[in-house]
């Protein structure tokens, strides 16, 4: 459920967004739907038009991820950005929050989960010498196969692997990457890897529901199934509704193009459940990655894009809302919340106490949770501060799937109504082809003293 009342006008908030607005945005929204649909039927748009066939390969992930269970112990993807952040963000939405900490029994015999999407040496080795080599998975995701940050973890743990395990090393590696492009590609085919296949079409971020996420997800026993069902049935309902009030992708997209529009160059992504935390993670890049750009699709500059900011509630409550309250009105804020926790706790009661304390007994932990999130709304209502619920009826696979395509699609919305490509990253790219020739990468040399010269300066 969406609840936008938050956005919408009212005495504090004369300059927001009105229903006649709302209105007036719906041949604008129309021409975005037409071409979203018209590159969808080309194959632009694969994280929706491929997601049957991704349905068609779940039994063949699920098999293998259940032999995988059998054999290991550890499960550690190597990746970065969009083929990190997914898999990370639905193991934290879909199992305890302590999963490597329970026992093997209470994880249903299934390997305990290590995501490293990150260079730095302590926690690395930190990791690798805690893991027995001999009972673990590496699974080895990247779509180009160049990036410099996965390569190198891939090649320190192929080195480890092959010093423990010998002739076997190869076991211990699956890789994630593309059909034909790529390192990972080549030496799969010579080392005798495992490899799964993402789709061309698919970007980092936008990658989820295929192997990138759907492999980790099943190793850990999260039903994959009904992940791509709710994933298939919200990218049904955004593709069928002509209706901007009936389709959730475009009034969130109008809400939020009408506020960015408005100098809100901010949007606080706040979910009020722990398992949420990293979706705020993955909603953060999606949108910086897929807006952030300089030029329109007519070569125009424009320098657009919208600021994420990752939050959680309650938490940032006691961080960051004095901000969002008092300081610069340049945010909008979207609140995810889950109507029914899978646990609660009842805070016991205690008549001895002080009455000041004494309240809080006999109330439920998710009741405290969701008396907090609607104060916080209250007050940013008070400061005339833009906001919107999404709220799913409980955390599962289908509502997380769901959740997905819903945000996939929304900005893929923005970026047609901003008139820019929300699938390409040059900024990122620039990035790591400084890295390349940085490291001494052969073809980059001429890069190198571009850069070396432009520090010195
Ligand atoms: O969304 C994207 O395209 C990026 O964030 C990539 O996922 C990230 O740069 C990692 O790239 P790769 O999967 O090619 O290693």
């Not at 929050?97 to 260079?119: A, G, M, Q, T």
Request: proline residues 4%.
């Amino acid at each position: 459920q969406l609840d936008y009342t938050g956005m919408m006008r009212s005495e504090k908030n004369p300059k927001a967004i009105s229903e006649k607005d709302l209105c007036s945005f719906q041949p604008q929204m129309h021409i975005a739907r037409v071409a979203l649909l018209q590159k969808r039927a080309q194959g632009e748009l694969d994280f929706s038009a491929l997601l049957l066939e991704m349905k068609g390969q779940a039994q063949q992930i699920q098999e293998y991820a259940d032999y995988l269970s059998e054999h290991y112990e550890n499960f550690v993807l190597l990746g970065i950005g969009g083929s990190a952040l997914g898999p990370q963000a639905v193991h934290q939405a879909l199992r305890p929050y302590y999963y490597n900490e329970l026992s093997s029994e209470k994880r249903n015999h299934r390997p305990r989960f290590y995501v490293v999407d990150n260079i730095d040496p302590t926690r690395f080795k930190d990791l690798l010498e805690s893991l027995n080599l001999e009972k673990t998975m590496f699974n080895v995701i990247s779509k180009s196969g160049n990036t410099s940050e996965t390569m190198a973890q891939f090649l320190i743990v192929r080195q480890m692997l092959k010093e423990v395990c010998k002739d076997q090393f190869n076991e211990h590696i699956v890789v994630t990457t593309d059909q034909e492009k790529g390192n990972l590609v080549t030496l799969s085919e010579n080392e005798g890897y495992r490899r799964f296949v993402i789709p061309s079409g698919i970007g980092g971020r936008f990658s989820e529901l295929t192997p990138v996420g759907l492999l980790p997800a099943a190793v850990c026993g999260i039903n994959i199934f009904e992940l791509l069902d709710g994933a298939i049935a919200m990218d049904k309902k955004i593709r069928e509704q002509k209706d901007l009030f009936e389709n959730p992708a475009q009034l969130r997209a109008a809400l939020g193009c009408f506020s960015l529009k408005r100098g809100k160059a901010i949007s606080v992504f706040m979910p009020y459940a722990d398992g949420l935390k990293t979706m705020a993670d993955w909603y953060a890049q999606l949108w910086a990655e897929s807006l952030g750009k300089r030029y329109d699709r007519q070569e125009q500059e424009i320098w657009t894009g919208q600021t994420p900011i990752k939050a959680l509630g309650v938490t940032d409550q006691h961080s960051q809302v004095q901000l969002y309250t008092e300081g610069p009105n340049d945010k909008i804020f979207t609140f995810v919340t889950v109507r029914i926790f899978d646990e609660e706790i009842l805070i016991p009661k205690d008549d001895d106490l002080e009455q000041n304390i004494q309240f809080l007994g006999g109330h439920q932990l998710g009741d405290l949770l969701r008396a907090e999130h609607k104060a916080t709304e209250y007050a940013l209502s008070l400061a005339g501060r833009l906001h919107q619920n999404i709220i799913l009826p409980e955390l599962n696979a289908y509502t997380v799937g769901q959740l997905l395509l819903l945000l996939e699609w929304e900005t893929a919305y923005m970026g047609e109504l901003l008139n820019i490509n929300a699938f390409d990253q040059p900024g990122v790219e620039e990035g790591k082809i400084g890295t390349y020739a940085l490291m001494g990468r052969p073809g980059y040399e001429q890069r190198r003293s571009e850069i070396e010269e432009s520090i010195c300066k």
